[in-house]
């Protein structure tokens, strides 16, 4: 800078910034786990044009700009008639909150209320969405270099991505088309044992899974609840679709969790909005040091949240809050509407696919699909490769937007199928979405013919 306060154009250049080896980064961060999402949301805004069966959000429907006030209102006044003075309720607003949350009654209530689980405010803590609810399990769980988590394949990638940031083993069990198998399950549970691992926790989606779309029957439930006391291993539950389906759901794995095996991972994201970020956690284990000391181990995960997030926002809290309060602390009522399009969406993507690819000229294309009664995903098999360049052939020349399956296999697998989500697009979307899907399918199958890998007799696409 120059003696007139000048800035000296002529003068020395900023230092060049400091250059950094990917070496030396944690290794998770060249995982293309954590690149998945990055990648989606580059080829939406790369073809805005597009119709998108990527997003697994809400639909924008139903959501109005006034609401969020007059749920804070709801909730300020909540406090007000329990006797909290402006103060009080200034502070609870402007500062930093408890750390395991300040609506955490509101929320035992309307588990209460809703799915059955009977647990004191005390064993939750309120957590920035579910996906950092993941987080605190896996870091308090997953205590040894041996421990490791158990999963089903496909599997969410949101739990891979936290278990490869935390340096966790995964231990995968791949899904039989058919669903779920408890057999399986246990046997890779023995066979860790014998390779000298402890597997300390399943994750599950036990409602309407993502990606697969699969839910967990009745005697599944039971068979995984009595395997898990029987080896030692806590579930994770993770169940965000439950209450944004049709028809009355099957009960949590938590409500009926006799021996404490169960970890309940809960969000407002799909049944509220996901611009809130609240979510919470049931750890109602208890926890017994040295001398015989007990505590809860949401205690224990409320002190891993300090030094991370340190609290959820007291004013999304305050609008999940209104919201509970507004519904009485139902959320399925307050969900009845989104619940009843949603499966209508599901339907109306199932018989557009029956439309554009009916039975002959499925077989003759090596297409197949499940049929999810509920639920934001269904899966698509074909007969080319669904990777990446795939994908942006569908964006550039068809005009439509769907996710790779290999993502949600953490060993490797899904290399021929898709995901597509049914919630968020408009129902006028959707028959348009369809019909570019169909004309891209024809289109690859077509090429891959001509190319010489035509599907042979007994072939599986």
Not at 353 to 373: C, Y
């Amino acid at each position: 800078m120059s003696v007139n306060g000048m800035i000296d154009v002529n003068g020395p250049m900023p230092p060049a910034p400091a250059m950094l080896r990917r070496s030396d980064l944690h290794a998770s961060l060249s995982d293309p786990v954590l690149d998945t999402m990055t990648f989606l949301n580059e080829v939406t805004m790369r073809f805005p044009e597009a119709i998108s069966f990527a997003p697994g959000r809400p639909y924008d429907g139903f959501f109005d700009n006034e609401d969020i006030f007059a749920h804070i209102r709801r909730y300020l006044d909540h406090l007000a008639a329990k006797g909290w003075s402006d103060q009080e309720i200034r502070t609870a607003m402007y500062q930093y909150g408890t750390t395991a949350g300040q609506i955490r009654e509101l929320i035992a209530d309307s588990l209460r209320l809703d799915e059955g689980i009977d647990v004191p405010a005390e064993s939750l803590v309120v957590t920035v969405g579910a996906q950092e609810g993941m987080l605190l399990v896996l870091r308090a769980l997953i205590a040894a270099p041996d421990d490791v988590l158990m999963v089903s394949s496909p599997c969410y990638v949101g739990i891979i991505g936290a278990a490869r940031l935390l340096d966790i083993p995964v231990v995968d069990v791949e899904e039989p088309e058919e669903g779920f198998s408890c057999a399986d399950l246990e046997a890779a549970v023995v066979r860790e044992r014998a390779r000298g691992r402890r597997p300390r926790a399943f994750y599950v989606v036990p409602d309407h899974s993502n990606p697969s779309g699969t839910t967990l029957s009745p005697q599944a439930r039971s068979e995984l609840l009595d395997l898990a006391a029987r080896h030692d291993l806590l579930i994770i539950e993770d169940s965000p679709y439950r209450l944004v389906s049709p028809g009355t759901p099957l009960p949590t794995l938590k409500s009926q969790d006799r021996a404490g095996v169960v970890v309940h991972l809960g969000s407002y994201s799909k049944v509220m909005f996901p611009g809130a970020r609240v979510g919470y956690v049931v750890a109602d284990q208890c926890i017994v040091d040295g001398s015989g000391r007990t505590t809860l181990l949401a205690d224990e995960l409320a002190k891993i949240k300090s030094m991370v997030t340190v609290n959820t926002s007291s004013l999304s809290q305050a609008v999940v809050a209104g919201t509970l309060l507004a519904a009485d602390g139902r959320v399925s009522e307050l969900n009845a509407k989104p619940a009843s399009y949603y499966g209508e969406a599901m339907q109306a993507v199932l018989r557009q696919l029956e439309r554009h690819l009916p039975a002959e000229r499925r077989q003759r294309l090596g297409v197949t699909w499940n049929t999810p009664g509920g639920g934001y995903f269904l899966n698509l098999r074909v007969s080319f490769e669904t990777d990446e360049a795939a994908l942006n052939r569908a964006a550039r020349d068809f005009g439509v937007i769907w996710t790779p399956m290999r993502y949600f296999y953490p060993s490797g697998g899904g290399e021929r199928m898709m995901r597509l989500s049914t919630s968020y697009l408009a129902p006028r979307e959707i028959g348009e979405g369809i019909t570019r899907l169909a004309g891209f399918i024809a289109a690859e199958t077509e090429q891959r013919s001509i190319s010489g890998q035509s599907i042979g007799r007994g072939e599986h696409p």
